[in-house]
C-alpha cells in the first residue's frame, strides 16, 4: 500500500476524504482485501474476508471499476475515476497507471483465456484496450485510445493506434514516476 500511496502522490498519514479521494479509498479496499486473502488464514479473517469482498464489490459497482484482486504489483495508481475493466487472469507488474476506460482482457477472436501480461513501470493511456495472447514489456508508455493485440518486447517506448505500433523511443519514464524506486529509496536513507 505504500507504494500505491506513493504512486497516488499521497501523504501515508492523510485520511481520505469520503468525497473526492474514491480512487484512494477503493485502492486501500482492494489492497486490504488481498492481505486477507494472501496472508490471513485463521477462521475470523475469513470471515472478515467475506466482508471485504463485498464491500470492494459494491465499491467496483459504484466507481465503474472492475479490477480483480491480485492481478497488479505495488504502485498502481489509478489516475481518474471512470470505467476500468481487468480480466482475473491478467497479471501487471509493478508501477503501472491506469487512465480511464482501460480494458484489459481476451481476444474476442479467442476461444480460450488467453490474457496480456504487462511488464513493471507501464503507463496506459484513456480508452486503451489491450488484448489477447501478448506480452507488453517494461516501462512502455501506451498512447490513448490505442488497441493493443500484439506484443511488444523492446522496452522503454511508447506506442499508440489502432491497431497500436511504436510511435517513439521515449518510454513511460518520461511520463510519470516510479513509486516503487522512490519507497526503496526513502527506506534505504532510514536505515
Known sequence: MKADLIALNMNQKQRPNRFGDEVLIFQRLLR??????NCRKDPI??????????RLHRLSLTYGFTIPRNV???????????????????????N??????????TSPTDNVDLVPK??????????????GNI?????????????????????????AGSPARKISEKGQRKVFGR????????IELEH
Open 32 to 37: 486490504k482485501t488481498e492481505y486477507f486473502q
Open 45 to 54: 479473517s475469513k470471515i472478515y474476508l467475506y466482508y471485504l469482498r463485498y
Open 72 to 94: 497488479f504489483g505495488p504502485g498502481l495508481s489509478i489516475a481518474h475515476r471512470g470505467t476500468i475493466i481487468i480480466h482475473p487472469e491478467v497479471k501487471v507488474g509493478e
Open 96 to 105: 503501472c497507471r491506469l487512465s480511464p476506460c482501460v480494458i484489459i482482457g
Open 118 to 131: 504487462i511488464g513493471n513501470n507501464v503507463f496506459i493511456g484513456p480508452g486503451a484496450v489491450i488484448t
Open 135 to 159: 506480452e507488453i514489456a517494461d516501462g512502455i508508455a501506451i498512447g490513448a485510445n490505442s488497441y493493443v493485440d500484439r506484443s511488444f518486447l523492446e522496452r522503454e517506448i511508447t506506442i
Open 179 to 186: 513509486a516503487t524506486d522512490i519507497l526503496r529509496q526513502k
